[in-house]
C-alpha cells in the first residue's frame, strides 16, 4: 500500500508535533486499510478536483481536523460541494476514513500531512470555495506563538487559493488567539472581513460537545469569516 506515515520535507519551525501515542488495533486498520481508498497521497503535483471527485463542483479545504466528527457533519450537510481534510495524527484520520466509509461520503476525502506543504505545492491559486481552520493549537506559551498555523506568510498563501469570493472561517476557543487572528487576517490585502471584528457561529460549523460545555462554562468561542477581494 502507499505509505500511511507522513514523510514532511525540512522546515525549522512547524505547527504540530506528532504525538507517539499508541493507536488503538481499530483505529490502525481503518488507517491501513481505509487510507488507501479515501486519501489524497502527497506529491508535488497540483490536485486535480475533478479526477480525485469525479465531478466539477465547489471545494473546501479544512486544516486539521481532529478526529474528524465535525469536518463528517458538514460534509453530510453540504452534498453539493467538495471536501479535502487536512490531519498529521493517524487516530485523526483513521476515525475519518471510518466515519466516510460508514456514511458513505463521496464528496469527503483525506490528507495525512503538513497543510503548509499541501497548500504550497498541491491546491491551484484561485481554487478553492471556502478553507477551514477550527480550533487550530493555540500554542499559548509566548515563546511558542512562532509555531501558530495562521502566520502572516500562510495566510498569503491561503487567501491566494482561494477563488474570488471564496471564504477563510477560522474559529478558536483562546481569546488571546482570536485576537491575533483578527489582526493577521486583516492585514491581508486580499481578504476583507464580512463582520465588524468577530462573526456569529454560521449554522453550517455544528457545536461539539467539547465546545457546548465550555460555552455552558462562560467560555468564549472566536468565529472570524473574511472572504478574497474580487
Known amino acids: 500500500m502507499t505509505e500511511s506515515v507522513p514523510r514532511f520535507s525540512r522546515q525549522p519551525i512547524r505547527s504540530f508535533v506528532l504525538r507517539q501515542g499508541r493507536m488503538s488495533d481499530a483505529q490502525k486498520r481503518y488507517v491501513d486499510e481505509l487510507l488507501p481508498r479515501f486519501g489524497i497521497f502527497y506529491e508535488n503535483v497540483l490536485i486535480d478536483y475533478a479526477a480525485v471527485f469525479g465531478r466539477r463542483v465547489p471545494v473546501v479545504l479544512e486544516i486539521g481536523c481532529g478526529m474528524g ?23 485523526g484520520v483513521g476515525n475519518l476514513c471510518k466515519l466516510i466509509e460508514a456514511q458513505g461520503l463521496s464528496n469527503l476525502r483525506v490528507m495525512q500531512h503538513d497543510a503548509t506543504e499541501v497548500v504550497r505545492d498541491m491546491i491551484a491559486p484561485d481554487s478553492l470555495a471556502g478553507v477551514h481552520v477550527f480550533f487550530p493549537d493555540p500554542w499559548p506559551k509566548k515563546r511558542h506563538h512562532k509555531r501558530r498555523i495562521l502566520q502572516p506568510a500562510f495566510v498569503t498563501e491561503v487567501a491566494r487559493r482561494l477563488s474570488p469570493g471564496g471564504y477563510l472561517h477560522c474559529a478558536t476557543d483562546w481569546q ?22 468577530y462573526a456569529p457561529r454560521p449554522e453550517y460549523r455544528p457545536l461539539t460537545k467539547f465546545e457546548a460545555r465550555g460555552l455552558r462554562l462562560g467560555h468564549g468561542v472566536w468565529d472570524l469569516i473574511f472572504r478574497r477581494r474580487a
Open 69 to 91: 466528527d465535525t469536518t463528517a457533519q458538514i460534509a453530510a450537510a453540504r452534498p453539493d460541494t467538495d471536501f479535502i481534510g487536512i490531519e498529521v495524527h493517524s487516530p
Open 176 to 197: 488571546e488567539y482570536a485576537i491575533n487572528m483578527l489582526e493577521v487576517l486583516s492585514a491581508e490585502p486580499l481578504l476583507e472581513n464580512i463582520s465588524p471584528d
